[in-house]
């Protein structure tokens, strides 16, 4: 069974960091673009980053470029993103996202999400 | 990169058809067939349902189906159920800065 399962989500006050993991089983991990996607509370979703199969492609959000990094083990089988300075309108769910093989942007797969909350 | 725009909520009874409209432009929607929808039901993560416009990923009915016209794609579900009462969302890949964007959600109502 294809399984996604997202953590390190937690409360935290801005400015501050938080690094969030995303444990992959039952494909194979290294052949497949990953991407994040969040959801605001009651809000819609949206695209946060994205990572090729070798990590040589990268892509962000405006909203987030230059304070996320995504990144990714495939010996862990895992995809990673490290958030810093972050900002009470980064408070979502974060959503670990698989791509439906050869269609970039067909997000096939979702994880259950961990929740990140920035508040003071 | 703003998003998509669909409308708040569509409603039908049982057994009729609704369709959602996705406006972009140019550099989304209009300029690339990497059209996606996802439903999306309370409490759980979002459900691939149509990718590159038209496709329907394995074990999606054929009563979702999805078009698109110039700038602006649509998801139409045909033979309307209660199980359909969901949220849904479209996406598409953009050659803005931000890769992909997301609409900003329609609310299907099955009365």
């Known amino acids: 069974e294809v399984q996604l399962v997202e953590s390190g989500g937690d409360v935290v006050r801005p400015g501050r960091s938080l690094r969030l993991s995303c444990a992959a089983s039952?494909?194979?991990?290294?052949?497949?673009?990953m991407h994040w996607v969040r959801q605001g509370p009651g809000k819609g979703l949206e695209w946060v980053s994205g990572m090729s199969w070798n990590g040589a492609n990268i892509a962000y959000a405006d909203s987030v470029r230059g304070r996320f990094t995504i990144s990714r083990d495939n010996v862990k089988n895992s995809l990673y993103l490290q958030m810093n300075s972050l900002r009470p309108d980064d408070t979502a769910l974060y959503y670990c996202v698989k791509v439906l093989t050869l269609v970039p942007g067909a997000f096939e797969i979702w994880g259950q999400g961990t929740l990140v909350t920035v508040s003071s | 990169q703003s998003a998509l725009t669909q409308p708040p909520s569509v409603s039908g009874s049982p057994g009729q058809s609704v369709t959602i409209s996705c406006t972009g432009t140019?550099?989304?929607?209009?300029?690339?067939?990497?059209v996606s929808w996802y439903q999306q039901t309370p409490g759980a993560a979002p459900k691939l349902l149509i990718y590159d416009v038209t496709n329907r990923p394995s074990g999606v009915p054929d009563r979702f189906s999805g078009s698109k016209s110039g700038s602006t794609a649509s998801l139409t579900v045909s033979g309307l159920q209660a199980e359909d009462d969901a949220d849904y969302y479209c996406s598409s890949y953009t050659d803005r800065s931000t890769r992909y964007v997301f609409g900003t959600g329609t609310k299907v109502i099955v009365l």
């Open positions: 140019s550099n989304d929607v209009g300029g690339y067939d990497r």
């Open positions: 039952g494909f194979k991990f290294d052949n497949y673009a």
